[in-house]
């Protein structure tokens, strides 16, 4: 295991609107390590999108707020980083793809152009080598004939190739960290296949560590070795990726692995978790699954669950079932 | 798993040359027929602007007091105004200040117009408030009204009627810049960019600025067509250019009592303004079905 690469601790960002704060993220903690693939789950509005905006410093502000906590990447403090710091990191230490790779290039620069500004923003490169740069980084990604590629405009490549691109333009200048805002949600189920295998060679071969953001389980099984599962602003589990795919120890987690659907059995209906996601505010005390599972108890209404381990320390939940059953053994 | 990168099977799209969204709109534009129309009359106006020394006959401000208010001719092929002058020569040399005040003053208000609202939009808060409420006020007067009185503050004069009729489009550049950088802000690319580490400078002229052109273009070749009219209204009430000027115009509102007995000295000038103003308008119309809202997906 590697050193430490980014930490988040107990951070809390809040969106400050007209009808009140809103804690988008409320007290998450997050280890990501050196090359390594952890990933982020859960539904949407569960506070996976809003971390990792808060990790690279991108959220707007105002509505959004940093309201605690800290996130440290390499032992840096990043909230507390002047933006001219924050400018350097990005796309240089820590870079981000999204999730729709036909809005997030550019329609009127061609890709060469834009893999070349990102380039020179961060080092003293000349045009001709960018260029050479650009190509080299194309075939990375496994585009074939980078050549003629470098002078193709965006609407010219279809959706897998653009994430392509958007891979090739991250990791450019050899980030350590790569954050992945559902990178393979807009494609088909094809070209999602082939992008999982492309970040995980990418991962071997750069040693880049990623943040998978993610709602499918499916991708996390894929190319994920650890996950953390996100609900309502809070981390609920977290562990090893086979350690929580054979032992689920959060009833969240546990209806998230069983709506996946099986092709070797007979299901007439999926299983989907009853109720709703909490709208975002309106929490209370206690767990906040509570409304949602099947487990419920008394202790689940009125008081919040730590984040605890088990019998193994690297696989902790955020539940009571877990800790009475610790007391009973 | 340890298979390779899976390399792309499907050939990328053939591009013998490289298209890109601009020569895509161009390619769109030349199968708008009506706006091709519109692209050839300006480019004959601009034509008749720039050989207008070869093409007049006659000196513009040469009077021929016995020649006054002929019909159209063999010598005089629009005839001749009540002074006595060429009304075809005053018509071709007319066309430069035409196209020069349309021109020149939209250029002005896009200038500042689009500083403006990048500025607006992109910075937001008090800024923006700033800014927007400046166009509100603009905007509450009616165009020519508030170009007479600035040209009223500055004296009568081609040049300050000019000027009066950038400022009073400047919000209309400004707001649509503005509108378009809002949307704009929220696109993913922009994030993608602030994501890579990118300066708000390099992002806004780099990034923005250029997806923004598109409409901006669009409201210029529209805009100029309304220029011309502005002009044309302000030298018929004797603000704009000054005596002998052969401002379209000032040409109509010197002639206009002769309207029955001499009709042409009224219908050229007329003419000229309507065709002009005409092409602008074709040709604003397609790069509008090319150009906007988006370029092409």
Redesign the interface.
């Known amino acids: 295991m590697g050193s430490n690469l980014l930490e988040i601790h107990n951070l809390h960002t809040h969106f400050v609107t007209e009808r009140g704060v809103i804690p988008a993220v409320d007290g998450v903690d997050l280890i990501i390590r050196k090359g390594e693939i952890v990933g982020v789950v859960g539904e949407s509005g569960c506070g996976k999108s809003v971390t990792s905006l808060s990790v690279?410093r991108?959220l707007p502000q105002p509505p959004g707020k940093y309201a605690g906590g800290e996130i440290r990447f390499k032992g840096e403090e990043l909230i507390k980083a002047r933006e001219k710091r924050?400018?350097?990191?990005?796309?240089?230490e820590i870079?981000?793809i999204?999730q729709?790779p036909?809005?997030?290039?550019?329609?009127?620069?061609?890709i060469g152009e834009q893999i070349i500004?990102?380039l020179r923003?961060?080092m003293p490169i000349g045009k001709k080598d960018a260029t050479n740069r650009a190509i080299e980084m194309l075939k990375k990604?496994?585009?074939?004939?980078a050549e003629?590629?470098v002078?193709?405009?965006p609407?010219?490549?279809?959706g897998?190739?653009r994430q392509?691109v958007?891979i090739a333009?991250?990791l450019c200048c050899e980030p350590e960290l790569l954050i992945a805002d559902e990178p393979t949600t807009a494609l088909d189920v094809t070209i999602q296949a082939?992008i999982l295998?492309?970040m995980?060679?990418l991962n071997r071969d750069m040693g880049t560590a990623i943040m998978m953001i993610t709602h499918d389980l499916g991708v996390v099984a894929e190319i994920c070795e650890r996950v953390v599962v996100m609900y309502a602003g809070k981390v609920v589990e977290e562990g090893a990726v086979r350690d929580i795919f054979a032992n689920p120890r959060h009833p969240y987690t546990q209806g998230l692995i069983r709506s996946i659907p099986k092709m070797d059995e007979e299901q007439s209906r999926l299983y989907s978790i009853p109720g709703q996601v909490p709208k975002p505010g309106s929490i209370t005390e206690g767990c906040r699954f509570a409304p949602r599972c099947e487990h419920v108890m008394d202790i689940c209404k009125s008081k919040l669950p730590e984040l605890i381990s088990g019998a193994n320390p690297a696989h902790r939940s955020r539940c009571w079932l877990n800790t009475t059953q610790e007391v009973a053994n | 798993m340890s298979q390779p990168a899976v390399q792309m099977s499907v050939p990328p799209p053939s591009h013998a040359e490289v298209s890109s969204p601009w020569s895509d709109a161009w390619r769109g534009f030349r199968r708008n027929r009506l706006a091709m129309i519109g692209l050839g009359i300006i480019v004959f106006f601009i034509l008749i602007a720039a050989c207008a020394p070869w093409l007049a006959p006659f000196d513009y401000k040469e009077q021929d007091l016995m020649d006054r208010l002929k019909a159209p001719n063999g010598e005089h092929w629009f005839g001749t105004d009540d002074l006595g002058r060429d009304i075809f020569s005053r018509i071709v040399y007319g066309t430069r200040i035409s196209l020069w005040v349309g021109f020149s003053s939209v250029l002005g208000s896009i200038a500042v117009g689009t500083l403006l609202g990048i500025v607006a939009g992109y910075y937001g808060k008090w800024v923006d408030t700033i800014i927007s409420r400046l166009f509100d006020i603009l905007l509450a007067f009616p165009g020519v009204l508030l170009a007479i009185a600035i040209v009223a503050a500055l004296g009568p004069s081609l040049q300050n009627a000019l000027i009066a009729i950038a400022i009073v489009n400047v919000p209309v550049f400004g707001r649509l810049v503005r509108a378009k950088v809002l949307s704009l802000r929220e696109e993913e690319y922009i994030t993608a960019a602030r994501s890579l580490g990118m300066k708000n400078s390099r992002i806004l002229l780099h990034h923005i600025l250029p997806n923004c052109l598109g409409p901006i273009i669009v409201q210029g070749t529209l805009g100029i067509a309304t220029a011309i009219i502005e002009a044309a209204a302000l030298g018929f009430l004797g603000l704009g250019a000054l005596p002998p000027e052969p401002e379209w115009g000032k040409m109509l509102s010197d002639s206009r009592q002769f309207i029955q007995k001499a009709p042409w000295t009224v219908l050229f000038p007329g003419l000229s303004i309507m065709l002009t103003v005409l092409g602008f308008n074709l040709m604003g119309d397609g790069l509008r079905d090319v150009l906007d809202p988006r370029m092409k997906s």
């Not at chain 1, 609407?155 to 279809?158: A, D, E, F, G, T």
């Open positions: 690279m991108l924050m400018k350097q990191i990005r796309g240089n870079s981000m999204f729709e036909m809005t997030s290039l550019n329609p009127l620069l061609t500004e990102t923003v961060h990604v496994g585009i074939a004939r003629s590629i002078r193709s405009y609407h010219q490549l279809s897998g190739m392509r958007m333009i991250a082939q295998d492309l995980k060679k």
